[in-house]
């Protein structure tokens, strides 16, 4: 699934360079799209989510499994961790690997909507 500056939906998986908390460096790491498909329209940023196959373990993260896309695969059983948002320049993207099912999608937004309170 090659990428396109303005062809990014909320849902999506993608293949990012991640600055590292300390600021130290990047890392290439799945992420999930979580701004809305007309935000990503007109920024040139995506707010996103990483993805990671370390167990779950913590509250607001949301289990993922190869059932769980609409599209792709997964390498390893993963997690998305809802409660540790990032704003990246969409030039970060290398690629889009895959999508949530609308179904988990829903889980993801219940989630970050219990961490914010809304």
């Known amino acids: 699934m090659p990428k396109s500056s ?6 999506d998986i993608a293949i990012a360079s991640i600055v590292y908390s300390s600021h130290a460096g990047f890392k290439r790491r799945p992420v999930l799209v979580a701004s809305n498909t007309d935000y990503n329209k007109y920024s040139e940023d995506l707010i996103v989510v990483s993805i ?6 913590r509250k607001f993260d ?4 190869n059932d769980d896309l609409a ?3 997964l390498r390893l059983e993963s997690k ?4 540790f948002p990032t704003t ?3 030039a970060l993207v ?3 690997i895959g999508r949530i099912s609308s179904q988990k999608l ?4 219940q989630k970050i909507r219990e961490l914010y309170g809304i």
């Open 6 to 11: 303005s062809s990014f939906e909320q849902g």
């Open 106 to 109: 829903g889980e993801v937004k």
């Open 94 to 96: 290398s690629e889009k």
């Open 62 to 65: 949301v289990k993922l499994t």
């Open 88 to 90: 990246i320049e969409k």
């Open 71 to 73: 599209e792709g695969e």
């Open 80 to 83: 998305i961790i809802t409660d």
């Open 52 to 57: 990671s196959s370390t167990p779950v373990k």
